[in-house]
């Protein structure tokens, strides 16, 4: 079953195609990367989807349902989390207030707390509860961006380059994370490390020029010769 | 008086309101289009114009025309010097945070105020004109299918408030020169486009934006010596052209110049053309509505260009 | 010591000057501490409501002056029932919210006798529900029609000044039978204007003459030709009344308007007070005529009671600060601070008074006070008190200028301000 | 000691001092508590937007004097009771409020300043153009008559000082409750990072228009208690000076806490009523605290205190 689908969707910014005319479907369960070159178009087509910005034109199809033109917070309230490219915690409140404002909007009182508690513990930031989040190291906000979203207990979670800036211990954290929730969570993985790339997803999409370059498994992929091009700077 | 000689003097009128609008509000649109900061505290500068204009011109004596030319020379530079100061003790070391520049701008309102009422005093005192003749205007009428000029009652206005619309104009063109001509208005567009690169490029933004500031103030400081002896020095009387100022530069557009004349010209003249049809105090009801719609509807056509 | 331009309290026009140009920020002395005179053990203690901040200050300047020159006057004759009098200003701001808590100032913590002092009609109303509640009796110099209306209570009096109501119904006789039928009005947009366009419309019809156009200019209006050319054509007079800071720019740009060919002019002086009539650009006003509550400038046959009274404030015969003639007096209106000391005198020796616990004893005795004759104690002229509506009826002057001039060319009757009344205080509880 | 018993033991002690003080305080600064008690629900109002929510309103009369005047024209044209007059005063605000939201919020920051501001210009304009009820800028006074509640007559002191505690408590509780609940948890995520708010799926606008009519109709409400508790409901209210004022208040106490607004109105008072004695030009004095506020201590008095002794202060 088809979670989440785009049609015709395209945005443009001063006459520049940041996306254009993206035909897109994530069934459910699959975990998905999304990759591209730089400017590629990989960040503000997730935001289309989510809703932070608005499409020039298309429709945006999640659990069979026209989202077009909902906003934002309408989206996130039917089952979507999304975690920021450039990290976007409160950095004035604690960490684990910055993970329980993520669960309220589902839980309340010691059902909160502890999802709360469950989701910094995934993470591996148990030991920093009380600490303002603008004091964590810039690997320690990305985690803390992913309990975020993994608290919300999403059917689609849209994860914006989750290891930027993540030591390689934390990344082996991270990968197991991905794969422990596999299966009952839907994820869009937009991300350049090629090794969670190819470890993670289950298939991957190739946005290039704002278009939908390619499609396919991770073998598929790195065996693609436009895909090679795109990458190397020569197609 | 009839609709046609009404409007002639309603424009005449308009047009001495919408020079000295322009000036200060031009200073209050350099100081938002350069630093990106709204200054509260331009209607007291404006009042401390003309209250150094009083305080110049009766140390002067002699013939009034004396005391109000050194006035108009000196005046707008000692308050811009002011405010280059405060902008250098106070605004700078705020970073120029756009909300906490409002709420210190409130502080330094208080300040000149209060400082002016313990030191000038709370009366309203004038300064003479350097000339004023009254000038009586013809109008015409049909009489028999034939055009002739007639004199109605009322239809006047002095050369004195033909020099302030002349000088205010002047001074609007200079300052059009300074920004597009020379080295130092290069370098506040260039502040004003992008204050990063600028910082980059060399430019020393911090001296640019004392310098804007200053010229802020002194701009409307020389608005006010201008005005001074058509009304009175008087230490409240900051608010009015504040208020008058926020409206023409968000009519015309945060920060764009043409767009802050244009936008004086139209506020001074429909001010007095809409008391003709309207109760007054309702047709200010209706401007101060109109200018917060404006905001609320099409902010970005009117905040100039809007920074990513 | 009559004179006090010299003093620190008193902004003059060099005083400015000097200070601008020293650049200080010195502050004025309270009053209080001026007036720490070693007197008998116990003074009465007068709390005096005063404008020196807001739009009032320019007329709060001057009842400071005239209220000093009285007291001194009272207590260099022995004080009220044997005590001096000890005067504790405070600043209202010209704001209601800070005059209510100076009253509360006044009755709790400076101890005062009684309040006493305001001028602009909404702190007055503001204050005097506080006043009333406090039982602290409150004489107000404010010529509002607030107290004899009814709206405030039996703790607040204007036994010194004349209210508006008076002064412009009694207006409309003398305008229609000498300077014409058909009026137009040109008041400010407030309570203030207000009140001059409801009562001198109906006096005007009630003498047979009509008010064709009623101008009202927004208040924070800095400029005013743009609103003249409503003036209709077949206007015979101009009533003009402006209050504020801007009202120089208002007088001058009305002559700049009209020019040579000017209807009759009547304006109450509110429109020029503070403002020197030498000022260029009031050269038109030559021929036209005001309202003064007390003629500005010392007539011919001036009174020996205005000789003392214009010394003791210091103010020369053409209505100037002595030390300095272009600082020009509120000369029409600040008498009521003089007279109105002179009635809490007068009540408070009638009533016996002790203390606060005789304040209610004070009010029996303002109220029951009638007559007051024209004398040292009522230079303005002779006035009637009415004790149940708690305000005082006097004589209007109108004057003509005469070669720059305020000359007084009518003096109205008591009975011309008279009206019925609206309210009966002496049946309130004190 | 947890932070909730804190808490308690902190905001349930200054409410017990305020009571019991009823009993100690000499007459002029019992009354001065009263008045400063009303003021500082006033600023609590103002505090829920510019405190917890992270919006700067310039135009917070317009809401006082909503209240001041729905309360007042109730009392004075349609000859309400007091109870009634006082729902009437918290309606106005509610409505203007509700209003004036749904408008300024389509912008933010400088902008909602000067759309706030522009619309509280308005609102004083017409407060003097329908004079003929309002009485323009003279105002009109609530006769004693007029404001007994309940047979209770709030132009007596001891009263006056109930019922202004009765609205301060009540106000300083609603609050608390308020930011420590989730509805004000997320204000406080708006203030710190309203497009991470709107992304964790909370409804950004809904949230700050709800925060505009809190705290407009607390404001309201403090204005409707204040003309009827002083008898006397007047134009100056509506003024920019009293929009500025609670801004003052709030910074000067702590922008953000719950104990900000009072300790900042009662200083200001007493900082005013001291320095009036001193000079003429005593906003001289708030001229210089909003100026050495904004350089030195923006965070203000109770801010301070969170910033170095305790984290948790509400």
């Keep these: 079953m088809t979670l989440l689908s785009t049609r015709g969707l395209s945005k443009r910014f001063a006459g520049l195609h940041a996306v254009e005319n993206v035909d897109f479907d994530l069934p459910q369960g699959q975990v998905r990367a999304l990759i591209g070159p730089n400017g590629a178009g990989k960040t503000t087509f997730v935001s289309l989807l989510c809703g932070r910005i608005a499409p020039t034109q298309g429709t945006v199809i999640f659990d069979g349902r026209d989202i077009s033109r909902l906003p934002a917070h309408k989206r996130i309230n039917l089952g979507m989390a999304y975690t920021f490219q450039i990290t976007s915690v409160f950095a004035n409140l604690t960490v684990t207030e910055n993970v329980a404002l993520a669960a309220r909007r589902r839980l309340r009182g010691m059902a909160m707390v502890q999802a709360t508690e469950q989701a910094l513990a995934q993470v591996g930031l148990e030991g920093r509860l009380d600490q303002n989040a603008g004091d964590l190291s810039y690997g320690h906000q990305r985690l803390l961006e992913i309990a975020m979203g993994l608290v919300q207990h999403p059917r689609l979670l849209i994860l914006d380059e989750p290891t930027q800036g993540l030591a390689d211990s934390e990344i082996e954290g991270f990968m197991a994370l991905i794969r422990s929730l596999a299966g009952h969570t839907t994820i869009l993985l937009v991300e350049h490390n090629m090794s969670v790339v190819m470890q993670a997803a289950d298939q991957i999409t190739v946005l290039n020029f704002g278009q939908i370059l390619a499609q396919g498994s991770p073998d598929e992929i790195r065996a693609d010769r436009a895909v090679q091009a795109a990458y190397l700077g020569t197609g | 008086m009839e609709i046609g000689p009404y409007l002639m003097l309603a424009s005449l009128e308009g047009a001495v309101t919408a020079a000295v609008l322009a000036l200060t509000a031009v200073g209050l649109s350099l100081v938002f289009g350069v630093m990106r900061v709204v200054n509260v505290a331009h209607g007291e500068f404006f009042m401390l114009g003309a209250v150094l204009a009083w305080w110049i011109t009766s140390l002067i004596g002699g013939h009034p025309a004396l005391g109000f030319a050194v006035a108009l020379l000196v005046v707008p530079v000692l308050v811009g010097l002011l405010a280059a100061a405060a902008d250098m003790t106070v605004l700078k070391r705020v970073a120029y945070d756009p909300e906490r520049t409002i709420v210190a701008t409130i502080g330094i309102l208080y300040i000149l105020q209060q400082v002016t009422l ?162 007054p105090t309702l047709a200010k009801i209706l401007a101060t509505l109109l200018v917060a719609l404006v905001l609320v509807f099409r902010p970005q056509g009117l905040f100039g260009v809007r920074r990513a | 010591m009559t004179n006090d331009s010299g003093k620190p309290s008193t902004t003059t026009r060099r005083g400015a000057l000097k200070t601008l140009a020293a650049g200080a920020g010195a502050a004025s002395l309270p009053l209080w501490a001026r007036y720490a005179q070693a007197q008998t053990s116990e003074p009465i203690r007068i709390g005096f409501q005063v404008h020196r901040t807001g739009i009032g200050a320019a007329y709060g300047r001057w009842y400071d002056r005239t209220t000093t020159a009285a007291v001194d006057m009272i207590n260099a004759a022995g004080g009220i029932n044997g005590r001096m009098v000890e005067i504790l200003a405070e600043d209202d701001g010209t704001d209601p919210k800070r005059g209510a808590e100076v009253v509360e100032k006044f009755a709790n913590q400076h101890n005062c006798d009684i309040g006493f002092g305001t001028l602009f009609s909404h702190v007055v109303i503001g204050s005097a529900p506080r006043a009333g509640e406090l039982k602290l009796p409150y004489f107000v110099v404010s010529e509002g029609h607030h107290v004899a209306s009814g709206m405030l209570n039996r703790y607040t009096l204007q036994p010194g000044i004349t209210d508006v109501k008076s002064q412009v119904q009694a207006m409309a006789p003398f305008v229609s039978q000498n300077l014409g039928k058909k009026v137009t009005m040109i008041f400010p947009d407030f309570a203030f204007g207000h009140d001059h366009r409801d009562y001198f419309t109906a006096a005007i019809q009630e003498q047979g003459g009509e008010v064709v156009a009623q101008i009202a200019i927004p208040p924070t209006e800095t400029s005013f030709t743009k609103y003249f050319p409503k003036i209709p054509r077949e206007t015979e007079v101009v009533y003009h009344v402006m209050v504020g800071p801007a009202v120089l720019t208002f007088v001058k740009e009305l002559g700049e308007f009209f020019g040579p060919s000017r209807p009759e002019m009547f304006g109450f002086i509110d429109s020029l007070e503070a403002v020197d009539m030498a000022s260029p650009g009031l050269e038109f006003l030559e021929g036209t005529y005001f309202w003064e509550g007390n003629p500005r400038y010392a007539q011919t046959d001036q009174s020996e009671y205005d000789k003392l009274y214009r010394t003791a404030v210091g103010v020369d015969e053409n209505g100037a600060s002595v030390g300095d003639p272009k600082d020009i007096s509120t000369y029409a209106h600040m008498f009521g601070c003089w007279e109105t000391l002179y009635v809490i005198k007068a009540g408070m020796e009638a009533a016996g008074y002790q203390g606060p616990a005789d304040r209610a004893k004070l009010i029996e005795a303002v109220e029951a006070i009638t007559d007051m004759p024209h004398s040292n104690e009522h230079p303005q002229g002779t006035k009637l008190f009415n004790g149940k509506t708690h305000q005082v009826f006097g004589p209007q002057y109108i004057s003509r200028v005469t070669d720059g001039k305020l000359i007084v060319v009518h003096t109205t009757s008591i009975e011309d301000t008279m009206y019925p009344d609206e309210v009966d205080y002496t049946t309130q509880p004190l | 000691m947890s932070d909730r018993a804190k808490t308690v033991l902190l905001h349930g002690g200054l409410l017990a001092l305020l009571f019991a003080l009823q009993f100690m305080l000499p007459a002029y600064h019992h009354g001065n508590l009263a008045r400063v008690m009303v003021l500082a629900s006033y600023a609590i109002g103002f505090n829920v937007l510019f405190g917890y929510t992270g919006l700067l309103s310039l135009g917070h009369a317009m809401f006082f004097a909503a209240g001041m005047y729905g309360m007042g024209l109730a009392v004075q044209v349609f000859d309400a009771a007091p109870a009634l007059a006082l729902v009437a005063g918290a309606g106005a605000g509610l409505v203007v409020s509700g209003v004036v939201g749904m408008l300024a919020l389509r912008t933010a920051g400088v902008a909602f300043m000067i759309v706030t501001l522009m619309f509280a210009q308005a609102g004083y304009l017409t407060i003097l153009y329908f004079g003929s009820y309002t009485r323009g800028d003279e105002g009109f006074v609530i006769q004693q008559a007029q404001r007994i509640l309940w047979g209770i007559d709030l132009s007596d002191p001891t009263n006056r000082y109930f019922a202004a505690f009765a609205l301060f408590a009540s106000c300083l509780l609603i609050t608390l409750w308020l930011v420590r609940a989730p509805f004000g948890k997320v204000l406080i995520a708006i203030r710190e990072n309203e497009e991470r708010a709107m992304m964790l799926g909370y409804d950004v606008f809904a949230h700050k228009l709800a925060a505009v009519i809190v705290s407009g109709t607390i404001a309201a409400m403090a204005g409707a208690v204040y ?65 050495a506020l904004t350089l030195f201590a923006p965070q203000g008095l109770a801010g301070a205190v969170r910033k170095r002794i305790w984290r948790g202060l509400p």
């Design chain 2, 118 to 279: 313990m030191t000038y005093g709370a009366d309203a005192r004038p300064v003479e004109p350097p000339f004023n003749t009254r000038l009586a205007l013809p109008w015409v009428e049909f009489v028999g299918g034939k055009l002739q000029l007639y004199w109605p009652w009322g239809l006047s206005t002095t050369s004195y408030k033909l020099a302030v619309i002349g000088a205010a104009a002047g001074v609007l063109l200079g300052v059009w020169w300074g920004m597009t001509r020379t080295k130092v208005g290069l370098l506040m567009r260039a502040t004003q486009m992008d204050r990063d690169m600028a910082l980059a490029f060399g430019i020393p933004v911090e001296r640019v934006y004392a310098l804007v500031f200053g010229l802020g103030a002194g701009l409307a400081a020389m608005a006010a010596v201008l005005i001074v002896p058509i009304q009175q020095a008087h230490y409240l009387m900051g608010g009015d052209p504040l208020l008058l100022s926020f409206i023409v530069v968000i009519i015309g557009g945060l920060g764009s110049l043409p767009g802050t004349v244009v936008a004086a010209i139209l506020i001074g003249l429909s001010d007095g053309i809409i008391s003709v049809f309207f109760s």
């Design chain 4, 227 to 291: 003309g009827l508790l002083f008898g006397y409901v007047g134009a100056s209210f509506a003024s920019v000076q009293y929009s500025i004022f609670p801004l003052l208040w709030v910074l000067l106490g702590g922008a953000g806490t719950i104990l900000g607004p009072f300790i900042g109105t009662l200083f200001m008072f007493y900082l005013i009523d001291l320095s009036s004695g001193i000079t003429t030009a005593y906003m001289l004095v708030a001229g210089v605290a909003l100026v």
